[in-house]
C-alpha cells in the first residue's frame, strides 16, 4: 500500500477527530471553538490550548489523541506503560510553558472518548468536590484523573469553567 495514502487517512481521521470535539466543546461551553491550525495566526479574542481554540478564556492545553494501539490496562499494571502515560506527560509539560492546565482528550475506533486531567483542577478549578461522583473514574499516578469525556461534560457546569478566573481568585483571596 502506498505510504502517502496511510498518512493521509491518519491526518483525516485526526482531523475528524478534532473537528467532533471541537463541535462537542462549542455546544457545551456555548462559543466558538476550533482546531488550531498548523500555522498563521488568529487575533486576540482567541485563546490558543494545544489542538483547540476558544473564544472564550478556558483554562485548559488540550491535546487530542485518535490513535489505536493504546489499551485502558496499560495504565493500571504495577508500571504505567503505553502511549496514554507519554500523552499526559508531554502535555503537562506543553502546558506548563504556555501556563495552562493539561488536559488529553484521546479515543481509537468503536470506544468512547476519555478525558485525562489533573485532580487538582478538578476539584479548585472545576468545583468538582468529589471525583468519585463520575459514574466510571481511574486515578492515575501524578495525580490524574481519567474519566468517559461525556461524564466530564455531564458533571463539569459550562458555567463554572466560563468562570474558572474568578474562583480562582476568590480562592486565593481566602487562603491568601
Not at 490558543?48 to 488540550?62: A, E, K, Q, S
Amino acid at each position: 500500500m502506498d505510504r502517502s495514502k496511510i498518512g493521509k487517512r491518519s491526518r483525516n481521521k485526526g482531523a475528524s477527530f478534532e473537528r467532533a470535539i471541537s463541535k462537542k466543546f462549542s455546544e457545551w461551553l456555548e462559543c466558538k471553538v476550533r482546531r488550531t491550525p498548523m500555522s498563521g495566526a488568529y487575533g486576540s479574542e482567541w485563546h490558543l490550548g494545544g489542538d483547540l481554540m476558544f473564544d472564550i478564556d478556558v483554562p485548559w492545553y488540550v491535546e487530542l489523541k485518535n490513535r489505536e494501539g493504546w489499551r485502558l490496562e496499560q495504565i493500571f499494571s504495577s508500571k504505567p506503560c503505553g502511549p496514554i502515560i507519554d500523552w499526559l506527560n508531554s502535555t503537562w509539560e506543553e502546558a506548563e510553558r504556555a501556563e495552562k492546565i493539561p488536559m488529553v482528550i484521546f479515543t481509537r475506533n468503536r470506544v468512547e472518548s476519555y478525558v485525562a486531567l489533573p485532580l487538582l483542577h478538578l476539584e479548585r478549578d472545576l468545583l468538582v468536590r468529589d471525583a468519585c461522583r463520575f459514574p466510571s473514574v481511574m486515578f492515575l499516578p501524578d495525580m490524574w484523573v481519567v474519566v468517559p469525556l461525556q461524564s466530564f461534560m455531564d458533571l463539569v457546569l459550562p458555567e463554572t469553567v466560563k468562570n474558572w478566573r474568578t474562583i480562582q481568585r476568590e480562592l486565593w483571596e481566602c487562603t491568601g
